[in-house]
């Protein structure tokens, strides 16, 4: 697509239910980054996928968040026995970090409300 | 510790009434620094990159410039479509991993 795509723009859950996020990056892009921003916050680091290396995990806030992306194209986020502490929107970003330019490209969220 | 501070939080401007936003940053490996545009409900919208102090670039009504420890976003004769949240990132590398460290945001309200 011409853009960076993610599904569900919008999802309501339950405490303690499981939500799947997906992400659809740009065609070609190799770098993928996973975001949370909350109101008022700015946008906190989750994951960061590079081509096939192995992912940057380092911001995922616990054990219950998890990302995956199959065939270095589509992505995943999936969040465990859900809070309300994770209620927020959650953006996806790709970069072709080619030369030097290196900006991210977002989509548009996903923001999640844990009742 | 890499670290974006962005100032004001919040700006309320009369159309046509020029000003500017911060951006201070403190990283290692700075890459670039970045400048978006993010609208209500919306994801952040790329408007500039900056490599290097002395740097400047334009783009309308905005105008981006960068020194060894902030950035400024000059917005020129403001107009109500302006309004938008101005964010700010640096890219730093560390390990061979590209990392963005996003500051808070600026809200910019432009009235008619």
């Known amino acids: 697509g011409a853009g960076v795509s993610q599904s569900p723009s919008n999802k309501v859950t339950e405490k303690g239910k499981d939500v799947e996020l997906r992400c659809d990056p740009i065609s070609g892009h190799t770098a993928l980054y996973w975001y949370r921003q909350s109101l008022g916050q700015g946008l906190e680091f989750l994951i960061y996928?590079?081509?096939?290396?192995?992912?940057?995990k380092s911001g995922l806030p616990s054990d219950r968040f998890s990302a995956e992306r199959t065939g270095g194209s589509v992505s995943t986020l999936t969040i465990q026995r859900t809070q309300q502490e994770d209620s927020a929107v959650y953006l996806c970003?790709?970069?072709?970090?080619?030369?030097?330019?290196?900006?991210?490209?977002f989509g548009e969220g996903s923001r999640l409300t844990v009742l | 510790e890499d670290q974006v501070t962005q100032s004001p939080e919040a700006l309320r401007l009369q159309e046509g009434e020029s000003s500017s936003l911060n951006c201070s940053y403190t990283?290692?490996?700075?890459?670039?620094l970045f400048w978006y545009r993010q609208d209500p409900g919306k994801g952040p919208e790329f408007l500039f990159t900056l490599y290097s102090a002395g740097e400047e670039k334009e783009k309308e009504r905005l105008k981006a410039t960068l020194t060894k420890k902030e950035s400024f976003l000059h917005i020129t004769a403001p107009k109500p479509e302006d309004s938008a949240t101005y964010l700010c990132a640096v890219q730093a590398v560390t390990s061979g991993t590209y990392k963005y460290i996003f500051g808070t945001g600026t809200r910019l309200k432009v009235l008619a």
């Open positions: 970003a790709s970069s072709s970090r080619t030369g030097r330019t290196g900006e991210l490209f």
């Open positions: 990283v290692s490996g700075l890459r670039g």
């Open positions: 996928f590079q081509g096939n290396s192995a992912p940057d």
